[in-house]
Structures are given as structure tokens and as C-alpha cells.
């Protein structure tokens, strides 16, 4: 009871902090880069906090992963820095037996995991591709701000107004739009103008302005005053509720379509949860203390397998879109592989395998053999 409740209180303060530092760090990354999506008008600025929300849910599974190898590498290692496994295994307790508080510790981490892979990731994205889309086919006239150049969602025309000076009643002073629509090139300008709803359709009312005209190719430039004129604002379009995008389906889609893009985004998210138990068997059978290569030597190469394990998994999604190996030798081959490692690379030191031993071992029955025969 004291060997299992000490190493999970251990580590529950080790994850704590390790999982604070990760999320503060991707949590100001994605700050940067949403930020840097709003300023080219990619999502609404007022919606900035939602979609950092929605980012760092996403990104939940490969955050709590990295958080739970490092807090029980570095927890392992301190053990080993301070005797404290030498008194354990002195006690009766081996390697193996260490398997047992770690997994009790990890199995709650493990789940969310899981189900933040499985359900929660493609929720997130779902929000984020609606949000995106929402902003993007927003009308002409809902682009505008005063004092800046906005162009429309066709790409086709730039407006520009001075400043609102009725806001309730939507209608700016100095309208300036230039145009190219229908092999045409214009620059309209106008005193004021206003915003008026015509067979439910946004239309702009110009007033007290001027236009140039003329076709593409051709010197002519047709000039004309008004009093008032009518400019339509464009319509937002409706987004496709169609959506085949694999990262925005939910599991039971990825299952009845299984088509090789859906199976690698399924296998993928699989491979974030299945990497996480794999990685709670790599921290005992990598974790040591090696006076020289300092304290952070266990340290450094769990990193470096994360990494290389993590990208594997990236990998195998496209192996599996491509046609390069299928579904269910990728979850053999890549997790079943990893856990078959950690599993004997963690009997060589609960055995205190080596090559020597092993070479010596075949020479010594070598020996018998010939002199069984003599």
C-alpha cells in the first residue's frame, strides 16, 4: 500500500506541474497564430477566444501524453538519483512490479485521452471549420470597417468608407468602391451612403457621387453623376452541411465509410491513445541513472522518443491514405512493435540482460555439449 500510494502522489505532482507548463506553452503559440489569423481576416477577431478554446481542445490528447512520459521519467529518475529503488528492489519489489501504481496512476489520463482523440478532436474541428466558413461568407457590406480598404468575398471589389455617423441607421459618409465585374473596370465615390433591405437582399444606396468606367483593354472612360445609386452588397453563401472533410467525422462515419482517408484519420486517432500506454511501459524499461550523462540524460531521450513515436504516427495516417500499408497492420506493426519493445527491452534490465552474458552463456553450453560427446 505505502510503495503504491507514495509513487502516485509523486507523480500526481509531477503531472500537475508538467501539464501547466505544456498547456501555457501551446496555449501562447496558438494565441500567436490565431491572432495572426485574424488580422488577415481569416475568423472574427470577437471570436479569438472561442477558437484559442477550441485549438487547445484539439491538441488535448498530444499535451496530456507528453505531460504523462515526462512526469513519470522524471519521477522514475529521481528514484533512481536517491536510492530510493535500490531500497524498493531490496525490499522484494522487482522492475515489473512498478508497472502496477503506474498504470493505476495513468489509467484516468489514458481515458480522456482516448476519448478526446475519438470524440472531442473532430467536435473541435467541426466548430472551427463553422466559424471560419461563418466569417468567410459573411456579405460585402458586414466586411467593412471605417477607415480601412476590405475586399469582397469574390475577390472582385474593394470598398472603403470614412467613418459611421449613424450607426443604428447603418449609412457612412465618403463610400469609395472599385469594381471589376463582367470585363469592366469602375471606381465608385459618393458623399454618403446607406444600407437598405430589398426583396430580402442587402442593397447599398449611394448618394451625391460619381463613376468611371471603362472596358478592359479599351482608352474609353465613360464618366457619370447621380443622386442615388443602387449597388448590391452580395450574399453570404450557406455552408455545405455535406461535410467530407475525415477530420470533422465522427467515429461511427469513420467505420461505415471506410474509405483510405477515413481509415488513416481513424488510425491515427487510435494511434494517440494506443501511443500513451505504450509510452507508460517505455518510462520504466528507458529510465535510469547514469552518473555520467548527468540528470537529464533520461530525460533528453524520452523527449527524443516522443518525438520520433509521435511523428511515426503522423506518418502512418498518410501510409494509410496512400495505400501503403493498411489499417490494421498499421496498429500492429507500429503500437504492437513499440509495446513489444518496451516489454523486452524492460525483461533485459529486470533480467540484467547482455551480450556478454548471453555470448558467454552459448559458449558455456558449447563446451558442455563437447564434452557430453567426449
Known amino acids: 500500500m505505502l510503495f503504491q500510494s507514495s509513487i502516485r502522489r509523486e507523480l500526481a505532482r509531477s503531472f500537475g506541474a508538467t501539464f501547466v507548463v505544456l498547456i501555457t506553452i501551446v496555449l501562447t503559440i496558438v494565441l500567436i497564430r490565431t491572432l495572426g489569423q485574424a488580422s488577415r481576416g481569416i475568423i472574427s477577431p470577437q471570436d479569438v477566444m472561442l477558437f484559442m478554446s477550441y485549438a487547445a481542445l484539439g491538441r488535448l490528447p498530444t499535451i496530456l501524453t507528453l505531460s504523462l512520459f515526462i512526469a513519470l521519467v522524471s519521477t522514475l529518475t529521481r528514484m533512481y538519483r536517491d536510492s530510493e529503488m535500490v531500497v524498493w528492489m531490496s525490499s522484494g519489489r522487482s522492475l515489473t512490479s512498478f508497472l502496477s501504481p503506474l498504470f493505476r496512476f495513468a489509467w484516468p489520463v489514458l481515458l480522456i485521452i482516448f476519448l478526446s482523440a475519438l470524440f472531442v478532436w473532430p467536435w473541435t474541428n467541426q466548430q472551427t471549420k463553422s466559424m471560419q466558413e461563418s466569417f468567410g461568407n459573411r456579405s460585402d457590406i458586414d466586411r467593412i470597417s471605417p477607415g480601412q480598404f476590405q475586399e469582397s468575398s469574390s475577390g472582385n471589389r474593394v470598398f472603403f468608407i470614412d467613418r459611421d455617423t449613424k450607426a443604428e441607421q ?95 484519420e481513424l488510425a491515427w486517432r487510435l494511434g494517440l491513445g494506443l501511443a500513451a500506454v505504450n509510452f507508460v511501459v517505455l518510462a520504466l524499461a528507458i529510465t535510469d541513472a547514469n552518473p555520467r550523462r548527468g540528470r537529464s540524460g533520461s530525460l533528453v531521450f524520452a523527449i527524443l522518443a516522443f518525438m520520433v513515436y509521435n511523428n511515426l504516427v503522423n506518418l502512418g495516417q498518410s501510409w494509410v491514405f496512400s495505400g501503403l500499408v493498411s489499417f490494421g497492420a498499421l496498429l500492429v506493426l507500429l503500437h504492437g512493435g513499440c509495446l513489444i519493445l518496451g516489454l523486452l527491452w524492460l525483461a533485459k534490465r529486470h533480467t540484467n540482460w547482455t551480450l556478454r552474458s548471453v555470448l558467454q552463456a552459448k559458449s558455456t553450453g558449447r563446451r558442455r555439449t563437447a564434452g557430453g560427446e567426449t
Do not use: C, H, W
Open 170 to 264: 447603418r449609412s457612412s459618409n465618403n463610400v469609395f468602391i472599385a469594381a471589376n465585374e463582367n470585363g469592366k473596370n469602375s471606381v465608385t465615390t459618393a458623399r454618403s451612403g446607406r444600407i437598405e433591405l430589398r426583396s430580402d437582399k442587402q442593397v447599398l444606396i449611394l448618394e451625391n457621387g460619381q463613376r468611371l468606367e471603362n472596358e478592359n483593354g479599351k482608352s474609353a472612360l465613360k464618366i457619370s453623376n447621380f443622386k442615388e445609386y443602387g449597388s448590391n452588397t452580395g450574399t453570404s453563401a450557406s455552408v455545405n452541411p455535406d461535410m467530407r472533410d475525415a477530420k470533422l467525422m465522427a467515429v461511427p462515419t469513420l467505420i461505415e465509410t471506410p474509405t483510405r482517408a477515413n481509415l488513416g
